[in-house]
């Protein structure tokens, strides 16, 4: 019979509001048991009794948008995401090239042009002569835009540019030339020549994703677009007991009823249908009321055209999957919530739909968001990146729209923490800066929360937006033994120091799957 695991001389943050803290913790098998005092602790008959030295320890996190997979790529093959300028950028995709056959494909994300100092989209030219056997296409850090050089547009029968429904091919304005950057569904008709990463490839990418996930504290993963070959591979891992963090895929709507049938599992369960009302901020692309300062020319993109919104939410809804809709413009949100208010009706949220990002919407649109029932699943490191050209983009006069967080709150809309990873880094506890530090925010300084609530939001937030909130998200008696442990106690000490505290100890199932010399376990 397996003892019990006694945890005690902690500061355990629960995440229940009645009792925030305790001391100490018992596990038996993979369920928390008790959840209280040392003296309470200590009274369990068991050898394995562990002494947390007074270490914080928190709720696993819980990233509720992440394109996991596609992490797992980024930490396994070409990484752009440090180029210093466009030089550098080049010289990075040179260096990955040389080591690739002829004929194959150069594929990744996340550049970021706004961190260059060239201050410009690179275009085909830029990287033609590094690349001249091998087609590339290679995302912005936002994955809403993409850079294909002169090989991969032959490839794909693009020789010039025409109009592409939800998004756009670039050209050079003196020649009309297409330059090679593509935004939203442009990108599709050169990515769908890619062939797939041979499987043993795939496997390797998501084991190097799994592992990260555990040094990160990431218990749980919400993968949105998760596609099929990878969800098998989620699966055989599974039945070889090495899936060490919970996954809740989120298919496109094309790979719906493409997933193989799996037992009943708290590690690994599908769960609704991913969907897109418009582009993003960094590309220019999101739908908005108003033109964009730095694009006066442009309200952004639209997906779906008018009325074929509220038919599709209605078609995901009447089959009862949860809907997970990306909105980032103050038009797409004011239209996402129109045809939800017009497909729940007096109908209670009992499908937990999202709206994953809502970056920016107006305050008249909080309420109806709150009275919908409605999940907001929110990335608050983008705020971090984004704000270098947000005011260049938006100007201050829409600032106190964009990347709400405390706002939600105060109307008691549901909210769920992620990253958007690859598009941010995994690490949970940079969002829990960004989260807190947005209260000495110049423009919107409203906007700002206590991490307290932001640990909850990325904990027991995140599980209630996966239906999961009874069984995980708390350090209370009867959840799941998912935790994890800190270095310092991030609640005493300023924000900016906090974000780079290391996890010594990660508790997935009740089993460690990460810990550090200074866990002393």
């Known amino acids: 019979m397996m003892q019990p695991l006694v945890f005690f001389n902690g500061q355990i943050f629960t995440g229940s509001n009645a009792n925030a803290w305790v001391e100490a913790l018992v596990i038996e098998k993979n369920k928390i048991v008790f959840s209280g005092n040392n003296t309470g602790a200590l009274a369990y008959r068991s050898p394995q009794k562990i002494d947390l030295r007074g270490k914080l320890v928190l709720p696993g996190f819980n990233d509720a948008h992440t394109h996991f997979a596609e992490g797992g790529k980024s930490l396994i093959g070409l990484n752009v995401r440090g180029a210093k300028n466009l030089a550098n950028f080049v010289r990075l995709i040179r260096d990955y090239t040389h080591r690739l056959k002829p004929g194959e494909w150069v594929a990744s994300w996340g550049w970021d042009h706004e961190g260059w100092p060239e201050k410009r989209y690179p275009v085909r030219e830029d990287v033609d002569s590094a690349t001249p056997q091998n087609p590339l296409l290679l995302y912005r850090s936002d994955g809403h835009v993409a850079l294909a050089n002169s090989l991969a547009l032959k490839t794909a029968g693009i020789r010039k540019a025409f109009p592409v429904r939800g998004g756009e091919i670039l050209v050079d304005p003196k020649t009309g030339e297409p330059t090679g950057i593509l935004r939203d569904r442009a990108v599709h008709l050169v990515a769908k020549h890619i062939p797939g990463l041979p499987r043993s490839k795939r496997k390797a990418a998501i084991q190097a994703a799994l592992k990260y996930a555990a040094r990160m504290g990431v218990t749980s993963i919400q993968e949105m677009e998760t596609l099929p070959e990878d969800f098998e591979l989620y699966l055989e891992l599974l039945e070889k007991d090495e899936l060490t963090s919970r996954v809740y895929a989120v298919p496109l709507p094309e790979n719906r009823d493409k997933f193989p049938e799996v037992p009943a599992s708290d590690f690994l369960r599908t769960g609704g249908v991913k969907l897109f009302a418009d582009g993003s901020l ?202 994890v442990v800190l270095a310092e106690n991030i609640f005493e000490m300023p924000p900016e120091e906090f974000k780079d505290i290391p996890v010594v100890l990660t508790l997935v199932d009740g089993k460690i799957v990460h810990k550090t010399g200074e866990a002393r376990i």
């Open 282 to 483: 960094g590309a220019a692309s999101a739908r908005m009321f108003e033109p964009f300062n730095d694009a006066p020319d442009s309200t952004g993109l639209a997906i779906y055209g008018p009325g074929e919104l509220k038919q599709v939410l209605q078609n995901f809804h009447e089959k009862g999957h949860q809907i997970c809709i990306h909105a980032i413009g103050t038009r797409a949100n004011y239209e996402v919530l129109q045809a939800f208010k017009d497909v729940l009706k007096a109908a209670h949220n009992t499908g937990r739909h999202r709206i994953e990002h809502a970056q920016m919407i107006r305050k008249e649109d909080l309420g109806l968001m709150a009275g919908l029932g409605l999940i907001t699943s929110i990335q608050p490191a983008h705020y971090l990146g984004d704000r270098r050209w947000l005011v260049r983009r938006i100007g201050e006069k829409r600032l106190p729209l964009a990347y709400r967080i405390a706002s939600f709150f105060k109307a008691r809309i549901a909210v769920a923490f992620g990253t958007d990873w690859p598009v941010e880094d995994l690490n949970p506890l940079a969002g829990l800066f960004a989260a807190v530090v947005r209260s000495r925010d110049l423009y919107t300084p409203g906007e700002g929360i206590s991490l307290s609530a932001a640990v909850r939001a990325y904990t027991a937030g995140s599980a209630f937006a996966e239906f999961s909130g009874r069984k995980k998200g708390r350090l209370l008696a009867g959840q799941i033994a998912d935790f």
